[in-house]
Nanobody
Framework: VQLQACGGGVVQAGGSLRLACAASGRALSNYAVGWFRQAPGKEREVVAIINWSGRSTYYADSVKGRFSLSKDNAGNMVYLQMNRLKPEDTAVYYC????????????????????WGQGTLVTVSS
């Protein structure tokens, strides 16, 4: 599966952005999809994961209540809605997919993701 992430940009603190991840080559209905981010000088971290069906999600504590993940299996798209953005959310955001049909969100959060898109930069100014 090939992934293409877009939607990054510059926004003021408190603002919102929606990132999109478009998949091609395979049906996303068989894949868990995650968003990860890497800030300058820091390690990559998980932001949110959605399972194959789109009915179960996981969020990092740092974004819980502010970010929302949705999956459009018919359209082969995953969206990350980011609200109440903070300067510490500044990072390059990556979407990634892992073949996990029928798997729980718990399993998805413990797996290495094999398929990665290019990053999209999110900059939150204070």
């Amino acid at each position: 599966v090939q992934l293409q992430a877009c939607g990054g940009g510059v926004v003021q603190a408190g603002g919102s952005l929606r990132l999109a991840c478009a998949a091609s080559g395979r049906a996303l209905s068989n894949y868990a999809v995650g968003w990860f981010r890497q800030a300058p000088g820091k390690e990559r971290e998980v932001v949110a994961i959605i399972n194959w069906s789109g009915r179960s999600t996981y969020y990092a504590d740092s974004v819980k209540g502010r970010f929302s993940l949705s999956k459009d299996n018919a359209g082969n798209m995953v969206y990350l809605q980011m609200n109440r953005l903070k300067p510490e959310d500044t990072a390059v955001y990556y979407c990634a997919a892992e073949f996990l049909p029928g798997a729980s969100i718990e399993l998805a959060t413990n797996r290495q993701f094999d398929y990665w898109g290019q990053g999209t930069l999110v900059t939150v100014s204070s």
